[in-house]
């Protein structure tokens, strides 16, 4: 079973990366050893800031912030030197703080600047994956992954009148989605790089009668180790996705609950500024119209950062990664939201 353990905490650690879009990561070779044991338990844990930009012209509700939060946990099981399978789950919180500029006329304001802040946490969908390990030589292999999404994942959370947060909010999809993936791994003295493609695609529509979008992730890192248990990296990702299938269904339940809050409000009485009839729910979305997190967009990112890693033998083993990105770029109806800085921490025990 050589090395698998490692090339497990290598995927793992990715796959919650991946999720919030950091590229591959992975333990250093100083600090994994060869182990013959079959099962491995892990747990890891990741904060990503955002920050938005705000111009005079931001009349609508805009993200000033956002911080999202990811710990990943889990079993992983070897058959043999080649096969293996895990399954896994995330608990995620996402905190956002949304805010428009003030709309004058002239020298006199007309409406000030308006601030709401939110949050969302709780249990992910559930993703049971097989993997094959094919050894290319002695210090590199190639591995391909299959995986189920399991739909565990809460897709309903709406506000106190019933009115559906947006996609961005919710923790699943309400869907079982399958996720391909292939990934590479080699070792070069002191620099380990690595690469990774992993697809997400949706099946059927949930109860609520949308699905969400199709997704292609891409991934690459290279690291340079400067003692045992310090290197540097660097690195790259790219991800595209499709609109979600169907959110003219949410759209129309919104603002159907919307048009009966404000038949329902005494005269006189304007509505709290918000989105898309939010009532000041700030994951309702980000504007008047629909939901911004429906459409279809794309983000890449350059980053560089610091990793540590540490290996008390089988019972404990895990690494540290501290980056921020040199280059950011989103592309769709999010522009202009941009990453400040990840943290990210893998841990993982053979038993």
């Known amino acids: 079973m050589k090395q698998w353990k490692s090339i497990f905490l290598i995927l793992l650690f990715s796959n919650v990366a991946n999720g919030q879009e950091v590229s591959s990561s992975e333990v250093a070779t100083s600090v994994t050893k060869e182990e013959t044991s079959s099962y491995l ?15 005079d012209k931001s009349y609508f509700m805009k993200p000033e912030s956002l911080r999202v939060t990811t710990q990943a946990f889990g079993l992983g099981y070897q058959w043999n030197e080649n096969w293996s399978a895990g ?14 500029a003030e709309i004058k006329q002239g020298p006199a304001i ?49 506000d106190s009148k019933g ?23 080699g070792r070069f003295e002191q620099w380990t790089i690595t ?16 699905r969400l979008g199709d997704e292609i992730r891409l991934q690459g890192s290279v690291a340079y180790s400067v003692t045992r248990y310090l290197a540097f990296t660097v690195g790259g990702y790219y991800k595209n996705w499709r609109e979600v299938v169907g959110s003219e269904n949410i759209s129309q339940h919104n603002a159907g609950l919307s048009s009966s809050s404000s038949r329902s409000r005494p005269s006189g009485m304007r509505p709290t500024a918000g989105f898309h009839g939010s009532g000041g729910n700030p994951f309702a979305g980000y504007n008047m119209t629909g939901d911004a997190f429906a459409a279809s967009g794309a983000r890449w990112a350059a980053q560089m950062g610091v990793r540590s890693g540490i290996y008390l033998g089988p019972i404990l083993k895990g690494v540290f990664e501290l980056g921020v990105p040199v280059a950011y770029e ?10 400040e800085w990840y943290f990210l921490t893998a841990l993982q025990s053979s038993f």
């Open 41 to 55: 338990g892990f747990y890891t844990a990741m904060v990503r800031d955002f920050k938005g930009e705000l111009t």
């Open 87 to 100: 399954l896994s789950s995330q608990y995620i919180k996402n905190e956002i703080t949304l805010r428009s």
């Open 110 to 158: 007309i409406a000030p600047s308006r601030v709401i802040e939110d949050s969302t946490e709780g249990i992910s969908d559930t993703l049971l994956s097989v993997r094959y390990r094919q050894p290319q030589n002695s210090q590199s292999s190639v591995t391909y992954s299959l995986g189920l999404s399991i739909p565990t994942g809460d897709y309903k959370k709406a």
């Open 163 to 185: 009115r559906y947060l947006s996609y961005s909010a919710q923790l699943g999809s309400g869907t079982y989605d399958v996720t391909p993936e292939i990934s590479y791994r």
């Open 195 to 210: 690469g990774r493609a992993f697809g997400k695609i949706r099946t059927g529509r949930n109860d609520l009668e949308y």
């Open 330 to 339: 989103e592309i769709g109806e999010l522009e202009g939201l941009k990453n």
